[in-house]
């Protein structure tokens, strides 16, 4: 039994009209997706897959959270996920992604669900992740802000190009 089987749906012996899965996606699920996002988190994930003659619709609710480097500190943050998102699939004769449908071969008849949860998570991230103000890593936003400001002694200062030097204005602002 591979790592992921639990994650197939038999679409083409699927005799009900509806079937609903539950997944629970834990550190062992991420470390073994390999992603390169995140590889720890609790997520439960609810499925819901619809047979509609010859294309399936499924239906995601993923609620838990993942575990990320946050971007300014580098260390662990916590992101909280929650979406919905829906799927359609068909069988056909190879695999395709045509965008708002993917073909699955109707050989193989089975569609694997593992890396679309993954994937579903990642697009529920925000693509800011740090943490909130003033709890960040103190020793390391030091360091970065220590190696952000100008290196140049003030009595070093080269001439700036008048259409740059307006740029020496701006504040870049801080969240803590």
């Not at 575990?67 to 300014?72: M, N, S």
């Not at 260390?75 to 695999?95: A, H």
């Not at 003033?134 to 080269?158: F, I, P, R, V, Y």
Request: aromatic share 8%; charged share 35%; hydrophobic share 35%.
């Amino acid at each position: 039994m591979g790592r992921f089987d639990k994650y197939n749906v038999d679409l083409k012996g699927m005799k009900a009209a509806s079937l609903d899965l539950e997944f629970d996606l834990d550190n062992a699920f991420f470390g073994d997706i390999e992603g390169e996002e995140f590889q720890r988190g609790a997520v439960k994930a609810n499925v819901t897959v619809k047979k509609n003659k010859d294309i399936f619709d499924f239906s995601f609710t993923l609620v838990g959270k993942v575990i990320v480097q946050c971007d300014r500190c580098l260390d662990d943050l916590d992101i909280e996920v929650d979406t919905e998102n829906t799927l359609r699939v068909k069988l056909g004769n190879e695999y395709a992604d045509e965008g708002d449908i993917i073909i699955v071969p109707e050989q193989d008849g089975d569609f694997n669900l593992a890396w679309y949860l993954y994937e579903l998570i990642v697009l529920a991230l925000p693509l800011k992740r740090v943490h909130a103000p003033g709890k960040c890593n103190n020793e390391m936003t030091g360091k970065l802000k220590k190696h952000s400001h100008d290196a140049t002694d003030e009595g070093d200062e080269q001439e700036i190009d008048p259409r740059w030097a307006g740029l020496k204005n701006i504040q870049i602002e801080e969240d803590n």
